[in-house]
């Protein structure tokens, strides 16, 4: 028998270890069934499970079980990323607090420290995923920096250089001045800051009385100005346009250039370009050929490019000093308050600098080309579709991708220079050493690139390097491409565009046929969740407190396409009382014998209410069937809610019981078969979504001798079982019986008084319904009686219209009607109050414009559950009035 109380703590560790030692996660390249593919997204070596890793990996795994349950070879290929800044960083902050620097050790022994590190530690977010029920292929595990992987990289390399899709480049970079690295967009997060708009004047040469004023939030870069631009149609400069300004401070002469980047109507309308510090003027100085002047080192000092008075200057002393020699000399026209978006390094958290610099870069444009036309072909598909464009926008105006880190940890770049500069990219160092001796006709000393691959791209590789790529593998053959690529939309450019093109070039096809986008975990107000504003999730505390089935039928339930979920303790505390329902009714299945029948066939039933349940079985089935297809993973959770609580513990078990507590044994066996198949069936449906629960239940109840749940066939039923008659008897008996209780709520009657139920004007089959199933009826809506009228309704009767009948229920007896008014009166005059004040306040624009987004979402659905207590006691009220 069952504890009373369901302990997922002790379930979750138990049954986990023994899934894993029996290899029920293995995907089996030799099998003839039909394969099935999840790439995991590689969380990074160096995290912790946060909510974001909550939700996508509970929805990978409710995908690979349902379709390991349908029969399919499922590999969920798991990994990790080797993370270049996030690990470096967590390894020279241990080294720091033992006094030593990573350039103390030297590139060799630094390396040697990191992967200690990894060996001790890098294995938190694998043992965490455990924890959240996740089932892939663990012996697969791969390592964005194992052989195998490297072996990965530097094939890409080399080959993408020697097609050369691969080349070096001075560009713009984001730079860290800080950890002295060029990092990605991804990387940089934007701060709002309050500063200032300095309008400074430009002397124009041979016009002495004359001068363009420009305005900057960072007057320290216009010592690197290199040209004015004005719009082209702008009457006020037109004659200026080709003329030369006298650069303040520096003395050199710069053009006044037509180009549309310069807006009339934003600030004076003038603009000063600084090509080598900022991203838009470095666009417009290579379309006006203009020099591109760098004025910082790699720390953001000032290098030997700007006058003597200002090198070593950090960058922002030298905005003091620039400033103050501009008002010196009478060229600060006005400095207004300013707010502004800052661009932040997210792991050094100093402001990032646009710096000019040698880089390796990827032809990321003539890579996406092919990409682009397989998602416009349909080859592969976004779900929700809108995300399509978001990707279409991206990859149709795609910059050249600086692929080299100035880092240690990661993949070195495979090339090597010659004395003279000459690169040789090669597979190793003997391969570049025979190229350069044929080169220069003699061995010579190479010195190897320092610099590192970013990260993303030996990701990007992930869907055919883990599957052995470049060796032509039977795991290649059979997994790529993959099915379903489950991840979120702040990625679509950084990791799921370049697994694109990264598989459609050394491939020759799209790397998943799918591509599902999940939204947002919020906090339960709507907020985005971060550590400054104190509302972090943490998903192990959930687990701890709920368990696992609970957060993650929470999750899914909750993961409506295109809509953020907005997460909080009390959701999962109420899935939690979901699993608590299912294990309470197993315990009940279990007391009255429902034991599992070899042989069950739901289609030789004679019960109605067993057939009804079998038909509200198979529905469910077929819903979640769609819903799963389509990639509704809140419609399944909700289909199986609603039939696993509503369908099967609050109705169909009530409709057992007199059954079970009666003396009709033939109808008993029947009904204890039924019960124990169906609830049998239910576990399989809920396995994906709440893989611990119904494993144990599925153990406890006797029916594991048939093996494992995780190994299940995913439930059918034939139409053969299927009784539409009983179906819809037994929907109307459930609308009587709930109706009835609702009214019985609403008049405030007494659970013990037994009322007369009358069913009037009923038409044949509704009469032989009543007649059927009347002892059900007043059993469960606690009736006295429940009988057929064809004449005038009885006075003091409440009524409710059910298809062409009207039940009625003589209450005058059994409630003081007009105490009852009153109440109800007292009820509705405070609803509509409430409907006052609310209305009267989202109705003040002030109201609206200061308060935060989620303050007035949360007044609005308040005003809408008041009208709607408005509309029932208003209904409550007119029936009283008939009694």
Not at 249 to 264: K, N, Q, S, W
Not at 269 to 281: M, Q
Not at 329 to 354: A, Q, W
Not at 794 to 804: C, H, M, R, Y
Request: hydrophobic share 40%.
């Amino acid at each position: 028998m069952l504890d009373k109380t369901f302990r997922p703590d002790e379930v979750e560790k138990k049954h986990y270890a023994a899934w894993e030692q029996s290899g029920a996660f293995a995907a089996h390249v030799d099998s003839n069934k039909k394969p099935y593919t999840i790439m995991m997204p590689p969380p990074n070596v160096t995290g912790s499970l946060h909510m974001g890793h909550a939700l996508t990996f509970t929805l990978q795994d409710v995908l690979i079980r349902y379709e390991r349950m349908h029969g399919r070879d499922a590999l969920w290929q798991p990994g990790t990323d080797h993370a270049g800044i996030a690990t470096q960083m967590v390894v020279e902050r241990q080294l720091d607090s033992q006094g030593i620097k990573r350039t103390d050790l030297g590139r060799e022994k630094f390396l040697e420290k990191v992967w200690a590190w990894k060996a001790e530690s890098g294995g938190t977010i694998t043992k965490q995923l455990r924890r959240l029920g996740a089932s892939p292929d663990w012996p697969r595990e791969r390592f964005t920096m194992d052989e195998g992987l490297s072996l990965a990289v530097r094939k890409v390399f080399v080959d993408l250089y020697r097609q050369k899709l691969i080349y070096r480049d001075k560009r713009l970079v984001n730079w860290d001045p800080k950890l002295h690295t060029a990092i990605s967009d991804l990387e940089v997060a934007q701060k709002e800051h309050k500063g200032h708009l300095w309008h400074f004047k430009y002397p124009v040469e041979g016009q002495p009385d004359r001068f363009l004023t420009v305005a900057t939030t960072r007057p320290e870069t216009m010592l690197g100005d290199t040209a004015v631009a004005v719009n082209p149609e702008d009457e006020r400069y037109k004659d200026l346009i080709g003329k030369h300004l006298i650069l303040p401070l520096v003395g050199r002469r710069i053009p006044v250039v037509g180009d549309e980047h310069a807006d009339p109507e934003t600030g004076s309308g003038a603009v000063k370009i600084t090509p080598a510090h900022d991203f838009n003027d470095f666009e417009v100085g290579r379309r006006h050929n203009l020099p591109m002047i760098n004025i910082f080192d790699r720390d953001a000092r000032l290098n030997e490019n700007v006058p003597e008075a200002y090198r070593s200057l950090d960058r922002y002393e030298a905005r003091k000093k620039v400033v103050a020699d501009l008002e010196a000399l009478g060229l600060v026209e006005k400095i207004d308050d300013h707010t502004l978006m800052l661009p932040y390094g997210d792991r050094s958290n100093v402001v990032i600098e646009p710096w000019l610099t040698d880089q390796w870069y990827c032809d990321a444009r003539t890579l996406a080309q092919p990409a682009i036309k397989a998602v416009e072909e349909g080859r592969t598909v976004f779900v929700p579709k809108q995300w399509e464009n978001t990707y279409f926008d991206w990859m149709r105006n795609i910059q050249p991708w600086c692929i080299s880190r100035q880092l240690w940890w990661g993949h070195q770049i495979p090339a090597w220079y010659g004395p003279d500069g000459e690169v040789f990219v090669a597979m190793d160092e003997a391969e570049a050493q025979s190229m350069a001796s044929a080169h220069y006709g003699k061995a010579v000393e190479l010195k190897r690139d320092e610099d590192v691959l970013d990260t993303w791209f030996s990701s990007a590789l992930w869907p055919f390097s883990t599957l052995g790529w470049p060796n032509h593998t039977p795991e290649l053959a059979r997994y790529y491409p993959g099915d379903v690529l489950v991840t979120g939309f702040d990625i679509i450019f950084f990791w799921v565009a370049r697994m694109m093109m990264m598989g459609l070039h050394f491939m020759g096809d799209v790397p998943f046929r799918t591509v599902y986008i999940h939204a947002l975990v919020r906090d339960e107000h709507g907020q985005k969740m971060s550590k400054s504003k104190g509302n972090v999730i943490d998903p192990l505390d959930l687990i701890d407190k709920f368990g696992c089935d609970a957060l993650r039928f929470t999750l899914t339930a909750l993961a409506a396409q295109g809509r953020d979920i907005k997460m909080s303790e009390n959701r999962v505390e109420g899935y939690r009382n979901f699993a608590t329902k299912l294990w309470n009714a197993t315990r009940f299945c279990q007391m009255n014998e429902c034991k599992a029948v070899e042989g069950f066939d739901p289609a030789a039933l004679k019960n109605g209410v067993n057939r009804w349940m079998v038909g509200r079985l198979a529905a469910t089935i077929k819903a979640v069937d769609q819903a799963m297809s389509a990639y509704r993973f809140n419609d399944a959770a909700n289909a199986l809610y609603h039939c696993v609580w509503g369908e099967f513990c609050d109705w169909y078990l009530e409709f057992t019981k007199p059954v079970l507590q009666g003396n009709d044994e033939v109808a008993k066996v029947e009904t204890r078969a039924t019960t124990a198949w169906v609830l049998g069936q239910l576990l399989h449906l809920l396995h994906p979504f709440m893989p611990f629960l119904t494993e144990e239940l599925w153990e406890q109840v006797g029916l594991a001798g048939s093996g494992r749940l995780i190994g299940a066939d995913w439930p059918s039923i034939s139409d053969a079982a299927i009784d539409t008659e009983a179906t819809a008897d037994l929907d109307w008996v459930i609308r009587v019986v709930s109706e009835v209780r609702a009214l019985r709520t609403e008049m405030n009657v007494p659970p013990a008084a037994q009322v007369e139920l009358i069913l009037r004007d009923a038409a044949p089959k509704t009469a032989a319904r009543l007649e059927k199933y009347n002892d059900l009826i007043c059993r469960l809506a606690r009736a006295a009686s429940a009988v057929l009228l064809s004449g005038e309704a009885p006075k003091g009767a409440a009524q409710i219209v059910i298809d062409e009948a009207t039940v009625l229920l003589p209450l005058g007896s059994v409630i003081d009607v007009k105490q009852e008014t009153a109440r109800l009166k007292k009820e509705f005059d405070k609803a509509d109050g409430e409907v006052e004040k609310l209305s009267k306040k989202l109705g003040n624009e002030q109201f609206l414009a200061k308060a935060k987004p989620e303050v007035v979402e949360e007044q609005r659905q308040r005003l809408a559950e008041m009208e709607q207590a408005k509309a029932k006691l208003t209904q409550a009220m007119e029936r009283l009035a008939s009694i």
